[in-house]
Every structure is written in C-alpha cells, then in structure tokens.
C-alpha cells in the first residue's frame, strides 16, 4: 500500500461527494463566529467508520477529519464547493499534525499505528 500524501488524498476525495453544499450552517447564539455545517460531520464520519479496524485506519480517519476540517473551515466563505478546487496542501497539513499529535501519544498506538504512521512520513519527506 502506497502512503504517498497525493495517492491517499486522491483516493479519499474520491470517497466524498464531488460537490458539496454548505449553505446551512448553524449558530449557537446569535452573533457568535462558531458554528456547524448540517449534515457535514455526518458525511465525514460515515467516510471514516469504513476504514474501522483496518490496517489503514491511522491514516485514512485522520485523513478524512483534516478534510472535514478543511471543509468546515471553507463553509465560513463558500455555500459550494467542489472538492477538486480543495487545496492538498491545506489538507496535508493538517493530517500530519493530527499524526503527529496522536503518535506522541504513545499509549493511545499501537505497534502497527505507530509503524504506519513511521511509513507515511517516511515516503512523505518534504526535503525529498
């Protein structure tokens, strides 16, 4: 299995709609600059569960909640968007926080999740 960044976030587009709508948003209080997307965490963990207990889990939920993030983030400015206009980039980069961050916590992994996670930086050198 391929971690190269560009094959995974290919392959995990590919698992959303093409289009998403993001006009309904909700508020919790009038005025405040927080908010939700209906419908939208509801698409990203239906993308994550499928990968529950698989040897790509580590990968694949992270990197399906970094778009989640993404297109939250978006939906403050767009009521559209096509996931192909996305930038990789911006996705990228929160993946590998978030394993990162899931990795420095050692009790939370297991030997193949940390393993995986060694694998995925490995083939993802940004000095390569």
Request: one cysteine or more; proline letters at 2%; glycine letters at 4%.
């Amino acid at each position: 299995m391929s971690l190269e960044f560009s094959n995974l976030f290919s392959r995990a587009i590919s698992e959303w709609p093409a289009e998403i709508d993001l006009r309904s948003l909700s508020t919790s209080k009038s005025g405040s600059d927080r908010y939700s997307v209906d419908g939208l965490y509801d698409m990203a963990d239906e993308r994550e569960s499928r990968y529950i207990g698989s040897s790509e889990e580590t990968i694949m939920r992270n990197l399906h909640t970094a778009l989640y993030e993404v297109l939250h983030g978006v939906a403050a400015y767009v009521i559209r968007i096509k996931l192909s206009d996305l930038r990789a980039e911006a996705v990228r980069v929160r993946l590998e926080r978030r394993l990162r961050e899931y990795l420095a916590a050692p009790d939370d992994c297991s030997p193949q999740d940390i393993e995986l996670g060694k694998r995925y930086f490995a083939e993802n050198r940004r000095d390569a």
